[in-house]
């Protein structure tokens, strides 16, 4: 089969050079993601006008796929097409359904030449691909929702033979941190849709918020879908059933299968709010308000709890058609477990050796009840702990190993890693970009990914059913930050799942991004610009500075030194920039389609060495006062009442460090510099003062990094120090998971001397 496609192949690409060859026009650079897996150009061209018509065979999924493109070309070009039954001699786009025995369901044949557009494909959704990359032959203005002048809808001639490489190509999104619309979701489905991703991964529910509707058990909703805030606000959302229903379809119409996730049996403290008995405590509980892991979990001992799952389930199933159902089943803490009199019970009933079988025996009971609705198992790679489930998926990301183990075993993996998929990780330096949950994965590294591990079997790899980019979204705070966190990362892991290995390049694929980035703004995508990265926000130079700025990958930046903004007309970085005076460097990155990054303000001052003080000091620790209540930023404190003052050391820190308390505090002391020097300073204090001097303000911010570094010249000594310290929650991360410390070093120097509460004096 696969010798006569390939002559099948070469037969087309000789007619179709006869029919292109001698053809006018320009020749247009063709820049498809993912890279096809066989593509020949050819010289000349096709434009599509209003009498155009558009052959789709009478088929439901066909005809609704034409409706779809009509769509572009009505609001883009302003005409529709014709849909017709019969096939003109020119002038045509024509998509024929072969029905080929033993094709790839997701492959097409698209050819372009003078007379038309062919379009050939076993299945509805390898015809739907061709649609694809035929609007990506067109100039990236098809996107517009507004009628695009003087855009010639032409696109060059071109013959394609195309395939898959993952029947997995999917996006995960974490909807419970943080919620998002259904207008949201449906916006990424339609860029999903035109990079031909097809599976988006739904996780529905969590210890921070149920999402999801279910009319036996509303209490899920009306107490486990709102949670307040360390503010004190009240944050939550959920999608009815027929909400549910309404982007299952807008995903289908698109060839994206959706994803349920119900965790089980841990991050499910947003159900034990409302249904309390089904822990092994009995709670009582509220949803939970910062990240991390929670201890309660549904008991595992109790025949209710599988009676509840059960139920829900029932709903669920009905409203996802597809094949696969996602059980979580990750981080599952065995702590309750190892002291409820239900679940030791249970485990010696079933002969179970421990919590981790307990585990086990629990994920299968779910799987008897999923096979009965004839639905697929998968999970996250802790269901192999205890034993896997007989017809269990696994989905592997904490590395590689559980996705290997699994395989090896003879079950199915989709290849989730954290190095390379995890798109809740930093894109560039974590002192520039927003606030994110750790880690770092540029562009380049997600492309980089291979889903088959080098360690597995060459027999086995046929388990490996692809990869997906996972959208966690704890820092997520809004759309905005969604989608600046998952482009053009997912773009990428797009060309992971479809394009063979040999076909992949990464400086090809950057080439490749930039008609991509116009069609993303056109979908008004945020999606994350490289910014200016090397220098902190704050310099101090003695004689002469030198600031040397980079980027995670090539593109052009752009700076003022006059305090205006920078624009595509400014001074191109191209050397290190020297002063030897103070200065304000406004500087900002530029793509090639001229959309600009946001712009980073550089001050550069001239200093000499702030005098050491002489004072007698005779404590460790700080001094000042504090105030409780709820404080967000700075200002926040001219509001507090009945002031307490405080010596703050080992043992009293907790009075103002307590999360379950929020405070606010005014503290003052001195630290000790060794000798004279530039010194840089980090730290997730509020505010941190030396010399009377503010010189690290992180007010108003996720503290979950030291962000806003800067420097200062000092002479060796003795140095006032003042902090303001809001012991708050700000965006579910407690200001008192933070150390009680500040960071510093000489300039120059590699690594930072940690300034512990012990360390101050007073």
């Not at 990359?133 to 013959?159: F, G, H, N, R």
């Not at 059933?241 to 089980?264: D, G, M, S, T, W």
């Not at 179970?352 to 008897?368: A, G, N, P, T």
């Not at 797009?494 to 116009?518: L, S």
Request: aromatic fraction near 12%.
């Amino acid at each position: 089969m696969r010798i006569f496609r390939t002559f099948i192949f070469f037969t087309l690409i000789m007619t179709f050079f006869g029919a292109c060859t001698n053809q006018a026009g320009k020749k247009r650079e063709i820049a498809l993601v993912p890279q096809p897996n066989g593509l020949v150009k050819g010289e000349g061209s096709f434009t599509i006008d209003a009498k155009t018509a558009f052959v789709v065979p009478e088929n439901d999924k066909l005809q609704s796929a034409a409706g779809l493109i009509n769509q572009r070309f009505k609001q883009a070009a302003g005409f529709e097409l014709a849909v017709v039954k019969e096939l003109p001699a020119k002038n045509f786009i024509h998509v024929e359904l072969t029905g080929e025995a033993g094709s790839n369901d997701e492959s097409y044949q698209l050819s372009v030449t003078s007379a038309g557009v062919n379009i050939k494909a076993a299945s509805e959704r390898g015809a739907f691909y061709g649609l694809m990359s035929m609007l990506q032959l067109l100039p990236a203005e098809i996107e517009s929702t507004q009628a695009v002048a003087d855009v010639d809808w032409t696109m060059p001639c071109v013959e394609i033979d195309d395939a898959p490489r993952f029947v997995w190509r999917g996006m995960h999104l974490d909807v419970c941190r943080h919620f998002v619309s259904i207008e949201f979701i449906k916006k990424q489905l339609d860029v999903m849709a035109l990079f031909k991703m097809n599976t988006f991964h739904w996780h529905l529910t969590e210890d921070q918020g149920w999402r999801i509707e279910i009319k036996k058990y509303p209490k899920l909703t009306e107490l486990g879908s709102k949670r307040t805030e360390g503010d004190g606000s009240v944050y939550g959302g959920y999608y009815t059933q027929e909400e549910i229903k309404e982007v299952v379809a807008y995903a289908a119409e698109r060839f994206i299968n959706v994803v349920p996730e119900i965790e089980l049996p841990g991050h499910s403290l947003a159900a034990l709010v409302g249904y309390p008995e089904l822990s092994c405590t009995g709670g009582p509980f509220e949803v939970r308000t910062v990240w991390g892991v929670e201890p309660d979990v549904y008991c595992a001992g109790k025949e209710e709890t599988f009676h509840f799952l059960e139920d829900i389930i029932d709903e669920v199933v009905p409203l996802f058609p597809y094949e696969y159902f996602h059980i979580g089943g990750d981080e599952s803490p065995k702590d309750r477990w190892k002291v409820c009199p239900d679940c030791q019970r249970r485990i010696r009933k079933e002969g179970l050796k421990d919590e981790h079988e307990l585990q086990s025996y629990f994920v299968q009971r779910i799987e008897k009840v999923l096979l009965a609705h004839d639905r697929k198992m998968i999970g996250w790679d802790e269901i192999l702990e205890g034993g896997l489930a007989p017809s269990a998926t696994v989905m592997s990301w904490r590395g590689e190993a559980g996705g290997i183990e699994a395989a090896n075993q003879g079950h199915d993996v989709v290849m989730t890693p954290g190095n390379w998929v995890y798109l809740d990780h930093y894109q560039g330096d974590s002192k520039v970009e927003p606030v994110a949950i750790g880690g770092y994965t540029t562009m380049e590294e997600s492309y980089s990914y291979d889903p088959v591990p080098a360690e597995l079997d060459a027999a086995k790899a046929k388990h490996v059913l692809g990869t997906q980019g996972n959208v966690w979204s704890e820092y997520m705070y809004t759309p905005e930050l969604f989608e600046y966190r998952i482009y053009p990362r997912i773009i990428a892991l797009a060309e992971v799942g479809w394009t063979q290995k040999e076909n992949k390049d990464y400086e090809d694929f950057v080439k490749r991004m930039d008609p991509q980035f116009v069609r993303l703004d056109l979908h008004n995508i945020n999606y994350h610009i490289p910014l200016p990265e090397g220098p902190l926000s704050h310099i101090a130079f003695a004689d002469t500075a030198s600031l040397e700025f980079t980027t995670t990958r090539p593109v052009k930046m752009v700076y003022t030194l006059d305090g205006s903004e920078p624009d595509q007309n400014s001074t191109v970085y191209e050397s290190p920039l020297t002063f030897t005076e103070n200065a304000t460097v406004k500087i900002r990155s530029v793509l090639n389609s001229g959309k600009m990054s946001a712009v980073r303000t550089i001050t550069v001052e001239k200093q000499s060495l702030l005098p050491a003080v002489s004072v007698e000091t005779s404590k460790t620790g700080l001094t000042g006062e504090y105030a409780e209540g709820i404080f967000v930023k700075v200002k926040d404190l001219e509001s507090a009442e009945n002031w307490k003052t405080i010596d703050v050391n080992e043992k009293t820190l907790r009075t103002i460090n307590n999360y379950k308390k929020p405070t606010g505090a005014k503290l003052q002391g001195y630290i000790e510099i060794p000798e004279d020097g530039f010194y840089e300073f980090q730290t997730n204090f509020d505010q941190f003062f030396i010399g009377g001097k503010l010189l690290v303000s992180n007010d108003g911010e996720v503290k979950r990094y030291s962000r806003n570094n800067a420097q200062i010249a000092l002479a060796k000594g003795k140095h006032a120090v003042e902090i303001i310290y809001l012991n708050n929650n700000i965006g579910g991360f407690p200001q008192s998971w933070n150390y009680f410390i500040v960071d510093y070093k000489k300039v120059g120097d590699e690594k930072f001397t940690q300034i512990k509460l012990e360390n101050f004096i007073y």
